[in-house]
């Protein structure tokens, strides 16, 4: 071990510092992060309130320190699987169906490929090449997973409305196809797939149907209340074989936790791993991160309690409401336009008469953090309850950088 520290590497201090000191160091590194508690954030943080935020931040804090993975925490092991049932009973799942709480959307895909790949090849072992097929608006998380597991993967181009064309996978769909991926919403454009459409086609042809739900799994149960005809995803539908919902996006909870639930528990089994070559006896775990924050499954417990149907289903119809007026004021602007037809909470907007990420950079100086598309070229966002302190603003801004481009 080298005791001299490379030049301009930063190293442990010599000294310990106190809280004050480093509550103050961290604030002043914090000035230039994105003030989400005002709305000014188009992605990636899900407020809904400082109720909410203190209820996720206590509970986080009583179980700070455990792994929730380890089974000597009964108290995290109930709470995992209150956060399965609760789950299973919001997006369809049966009598066979399971689930497992996971650190992330992430994590949920990589083991839903897994199991996806495990069953095809305990069905199909002389195929050579196993390769998912998806609609080029998934996530790059499915790349990511094919790629760590040696496996192809075919994108094929969306329909003209933003979504899965289920004509065009079912063309594409071979004897190697393992897997059909699809989104409940896709995130660039915030449109369900056609679902119910793609678990015929999976079932005819014998592939296993995942539905990425990270964004709607928690927001669509509660919108489809109030909204008539969202489109249905869950796992009550003939060939939705897996669906993974991201607990930290609109479950409110704190960063890190997700769900990757399961329409038949033997779809499960596919997940298990296990070993004992090594000193320490059988190793078994049914995930890939080994420890999962004990204070993110407790905060996402103690928030949907908290919150509970009543709760949810108001910050669902604020979303919604505030979705309306962001898509009337874009709208109103002239010259933009929305890109399909947002199903819940994410919208698109181009313009065939602007540089549309000129207009992202003006309202960026404005103080607005930006989400962009690059194909085809829009601006992106996110609606979030938190955003009514932000909508008005940002119309005017939207329509003053609009002006200015006119010009
Ligand atoms: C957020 C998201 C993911 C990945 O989830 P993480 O929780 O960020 O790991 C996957 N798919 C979609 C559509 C997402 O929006």
């Known amino acids: 071990m080298s005791s001299f520290p490379l030049q301009g590497r930063k190293t442990l201090p010599a000294r310990g510092q106190p809280w004050s000191e480093l509550q103050e160091a961290m604030s002043a590194l914090r000035s230039a992060d994105t003030d989400w508690r005002r709305g000014r954030a188009s992605l990636d943080v899900y407020y809904a ?3 909410v935020l203190d ?9 700070m320190s455990e792994n929730a993975r380890a089974p000597q925490f009964p108290s995290l092991q109930r709470m995992q699987d209150d956060l399965v049932q609760i789950s299973l009973s919001l997006l369809g799942g049966g009598r066979e169906a399971a689930g497992t709480v996971t650190s992330g959307g992430a994590e949920s895909a990589l083991l839903a490929v897994r199991s996806a790949y495990r069953a095809f090849r305990a069905r199909r072992p002389q195929v050579r090449r196993p390769h998912l097929l998806v609609p080029a608006s998934v996530d790059p998380v499915y790349e990511q997973a094919a790629e760590m597991m040696g496996l192809d993967l075919i994108r094929v181009a969306i329909g003209g409305d933003y979504r899965a064309s289920v004509q065009t996978l079912s063309q594409c769909v071979e004897l190697e196809t393992m897997m059909i991926v ?3 919403p896709s995130l660039p454009f915030g449109a369900i797939d056609p679902i119910e459409a793609l678990g015929r086609l999976a079932r005819e042809r014998e592939v296993w149907l995942h539905v990425d739900a990270c964004i709607g799994g928690f927001l669509a149960p509660h919108v489809a209340r109030f909204v008539p005809n969202v489109p249905r995803f869950d796992l009550a539908l003939p060939g939705v074989r ?3 919902a991201d607990l930290h996006k609109f479950g409110y909870a704190a960063n890190g936790v997700s769900v990757l639930l399961y329409a038949d528990a033997d779809d499960q089994a596919h997940q298990a791993f296990e070993y004992n070559q090594w000193p320490k006896g059988t190793w078994r775990t049914q995930t890939l991160s080994g420890s999962l924050a004990g204070g993110a499954v407790a905060a996402a417990w103690a928030v949907m309690h908290y919150l509970g149907e ?3 289903r ?3 119809q604020r979303v919604m409401h505030l979705r309306d007026r962001y898509l009337e004021g874009i709208e109103r602007i002239g010259g933009l336009h929305v890109l399909g037809q947002p199903d819940l909470s994410v919208i698109a907007f181009g313009s065939d008469e602007f540089d549309i990420h000129a207009i992202g950079d003006a309202m960026q100086t404005r103080g607005w953090q930006i ?8 601006l992106h966002m996110t609606v979030t309850p938190v955003h009514d302190q932000a909508v008005d603003a940002y119309l005017d801004d939207l329509a003053r950088c609009v002006l200015t481009a006119r010009k």
């Open 371 to 378: 989400s962009r598309l690059s194909a085809p070229a829009a």
């Open 55 to 63: 209820v996720a931040r206590r509970a986080y804090a009583m179980f």
């Open 242 to 244: 897996s669906l993974a």
């Open 182 to 184: 699809a989104s409940a």
């Open 310 to 312: 009543t709760g949810y």
């Open 49 to 51: 309130g400082e109720d």
């Open 314 to 316: 108001s910050l669902a």
